[in-house]
Each structure stands twice: as C-alpha cells, then as structure tokens.
C-alpha cells in the first residue's frame, strides 16, 4: 500500500513555508564573512539601512531583544564603526543611532554576498522550469506581501 501525500492546505504550506525561509535567511547570513560580524549586528544593520536612524529601544522591540541586548550590540557596531549614535534632537534624553558609511558598505556587502551564494545554488541545483516555479512564487508573495 502506497502513502498518500496529505492534502494542501493554507495552514500546512504556512507551515511549510515559515520553517523554510527562516532556513533561508540563516543560510544567507551565514554568507557574511566569518571575520566581519555576529547574526545579530549584521540583522541590526540591515533593519537600519531599511527604516533609517532609529533608537537602540525601537531597534529592541523590532528585533525582539531586550533593549541592554541591542545596546551591547550597537555598542559592539560603533566600536567598529559601523554606525554612530548622537542625541536626538526631540527628546535629549534618548540617543539616535545611524549607519555610518562604512555601515553602508558592509550592508552592501551582506547583500551581494546572500545574492551571489543564491545565484550559484539556483544555477547548480534547480532546473530551468523549477526556475520558472520559484519566479513565479516569488511573484505571489510579493504579492501578498503588499
């Protein structure tokens, strides 16, 4: 007797899905260099150069850290120079942390290496039409992602 496959539902491809591109975003992270920076400074970066300057509390509660976690980490950023943090200009009392340039570059650099290790795996282990699959689910969830 043969296994049925178990049927499609939203609830198991949301399942599916979740596990599989949390193992894709670690796997792009792993192609930082391993001298450059930890998981969690390069996620900090990346959340800066998308939502700009922030405060070591927003970056916190967006990262799902305890505000002394993401200060040591910014901390451990400025030390190698990679953002600054200078007063708000609202509230003195808090402190706006942005990307410097080389912030920028490393940012730049995460990216190009997550999209040149992507590009290799899709050329050596994904066939034209699979190809064609994934552009088109790539084309869905930007989709509902909107």
């Known amino acids: 007797?043969?296994?049925q496959a178990a049927p499609t539902t939203p609830f198991q491809v949301a399942i599916d899905l979740r596990a599989v591109v949390a193992r894709l975003l670690r796997k792009l992270?792993?192609?930082?260099p391993v001298e450059s920076i930890t998981p969690s400074q390069a996620s900090a970066l990346s959340r800066l150069s998308k939502g700009g300057v922030s405060t070591v509390s927003a970056l916190a509660i967006a990262e799902r850290v305890r505000p002394q976690s993401m200060a040591a980490t910014v901390e451990a950023l400025q030390a190698l120079?990679?953002?600054?943090r200078s007063k708000d200009p609202n509230?003195?009392?808090?402190?706006?942390?942005?990307?410097t340039a080389d912030g920028w570059a490393q940012v730049e650099g995460q990216k190009e290496a997550g999209?040149?290790?992507l590009e290799d795996v899709l050329t050596e282990q994904v066939t034209p039409a699979e190809l064609e699959t994934l552009a088109a689910a790539t084309a869905i969830l930007e989709r509902v992602l909107d």
Do not use: N, S, Y
């Open 1 to 3: 007797m043969t296994k």
């Open 29 to 32: 992270r792993e192609t930082t």
């Open 81 to 84: 120079g990679l953002v600054t």
């Open 91 to 99: 509230d003195g009392r808090r402190q706006i942390v942005d990307l």
């Open 115 to 117: 999209v040149a290790w």
